[in-house]
């Protein structure tokens, strides 16, 4: 009876956590399974040549032999390296700022109107956005045509003389920054306008109770609030626009004589193009320490914000 | 010093009080200036491309007057292009590849986003920060370890090589807002269904998808505008014309045919914009969640 009961009572005692523990290795099975598409891309695509590239890196050219850092020195060493990778830097840090500042002063305009007005404006306002980059700038490389430039003409009109835009490198940076500012102003735009309308009007009411300036409300209201919005914006725009390639690709192919590459550009180059893959993964992965630390702060700053949320 | 204090005074204050209206007429009269300026400058390029996909050969190649205006408008380019069996290939080509990069990122994302935000298990907090984090690694960084890759696979001058790397593109993000759409549901919902027996599964397409819709849409159009616009990856990996899409399609194919093609030029550009341009315009409430999802959900 008693070793009966015992029995009935091991086997209810054992029978409750077994359910449980089949019903949470059930549940873990299929989350497993749900994650598994996700975990093959992330793992076959991302995280695979990313480390493929490293070991690409370090090949010879007809990628027999191991060489070490060879590509890293013969890189370091040349000066078309470091004409792209002042080109990456001059281009990247000038574009985001312009964006910022641009999107910025638009949201803020955009903001100040009824809201009535305010869809159509930004249903204008973001079509740069939309189009395909490579397709919008072939309408800006017909603009630039040396030929029969648009931009120039209407220079003409206030007589302005001709300029270089693609002949000449300095104008080429240039005509490259206003191309991929066009691009990126409208994306900060509606960034901005989302964060300004998330401010709650409690807070303007207050600071205009004490008798607080346009400027101080901007200053100690608005830029507060906005602060994790601007910094992750920009840091993402600065890894994006960093690593762009599709301008430079379109406008310029580099030229005139390499100096408006990129390290895109040049990584395509040299690895696609000039098939010396090794040297051209050695060109791209330059841009991993910059991209690492701009992610790391976009990372801390979008879970900064999440836990402001919670 | 002495000016700040002198700007406390009464009289200041009066000054500004009785003159607020009139600030406020000339902050909306600044507001619409600038944004006048900016919408003419934004909406310039397109504007110039339509320009100059009216204009016939003999009037671009004739290079006199203001190129702003077209004074014999034709739709030849456009007839042209349409009627390019190339062009109606590298249509084909990005629809196909669109069309199925759009299904695999969709099915992967809402499996995995509602796995990571419901079913807590080992790991899922440390893998939705590395989805994060892949979606920032930029595809100039990969594509010539994956042109090793797919060249390995047999798959370059492909569009299924394409159709094989284009979800690193769109996967991360949309899995990333999909966690965040998902997360916002509220726990009794999905408490209630259990109660009721419903298994995970059933949850998922009985509650999560139609309550979380509004997101899914965002998340389609995110993979459908990236995958339409990608250029870095089919330049790498494709260089015959038949299995070009859209956007290395009319970048090398019609700037290499001719170079007083101008007119088709632009023509083919602004066919090839026009499907993300038309789904923005009808959805646009949706593109814009999904733009600024990333940064202000999950």
Partial sequence: MAADGSLAGVALRRGAPNSLQRFARRRSSIALLMTTPLLVIIIGLVAYPAFYAIYLSMLNRRMTEFVGTLNYEILLESETFWMVAFQSCFFAITAVLLKALIGFWLAHMLHDIPDKGQRKWRGMLLVPWVIPPALSTLGWWWMFDPSYSSINWLLAVISVPEVPWLGHHWWARIAIIMVNVWIGAPFFMIMYLAALKSVPEQLYEAAAIDGATGFQRLRYVTLPMMANIISITVLFSLIVTFANYDIVRVLTNGGPRDLTHVFASYAFQVGILSGNIPRGAAVSLFMLPLLALCAFFVLRGVVRRNKEQM | ?298
Wanted: proline residues 6%.
């Fill in chain 2, 1 to 298: 010093m002495s000016a700040t204090a002198a700007n406390r005074e009464l009289p200041g204050i009066y000054h500004k009080a009785g003159s607020l209206r009139a600030e406020r007429r000339w902050a909306l009269w600044v507001a619409y200036a600038s944004l006048t300026v900016a919408a003419i400058i934004f909406l310039a390029p397109p504007f110039y491309m339509l320009i100059t996909s009216l204009k016939g050969s003999a009037e671009i190649a004739g290079m006199t007057g203001s190129p702003w205006l077209v004074r014999n408008p034709t739709l030849d380019n456009f007839v042209a292009i349409l009627t390019s069996p190339m062009f109606q290939r590298f249509m084909l080509n990005s629809l196909i590849i669109t069309g199925c990069v759009v299904a695999i990122t969709m099915v992967v994302s809402v499996l995995a986003a509602f796995a990571l935000a419901r079913m807590r298990f080992w790991g899922s907090q440390a893998l939705a920060t590395g989805v994060f984090l892949t979606y920032l690694v930029p595809d100039t960084l990969l594509f010539i370890p994956l042109y090793q890759i797919v060249g390995g696979l047999g798959l370059l001058n492909s569009i299924w090589g394409l159709v094989l790397v284009y979800p690193t593109l769109t996967v991360p993000f949309c899995t990333w807002i999909m966690i965040g759409y998902f997360a916002s549901i509220p726990k009794e919902l999905d408490e209630a269904a259990l109660i009721d027996g419903a298994t995970w599964p059933q949850m998922l397409i009985k509650i999560f998808i139609p309550v979380a819709l509004p997101g899914i849409i965002a998340a389609t159009i995110f993979a459908f505008t990236v995958s339409w616009a990608a250029f870095v990856y089919p330049t790498a990996f494709v260089t015959t014309p038949d299995q070009m899409p859209l956007t290395i399609g009319v970048v090398s194919q019609l700037v290499r045919a001719d170079t007083f093609a101008w007119g088709q030029i632009m023509a083919g550009a602004l066919m090839a914009a026009l499907p993300p341009v038309v789904i923005y315009a009808f959805l646009m409430d949706y593109y814009i969640a999904g733009l600024t999802a990333g940064a202000t959900k999950g």
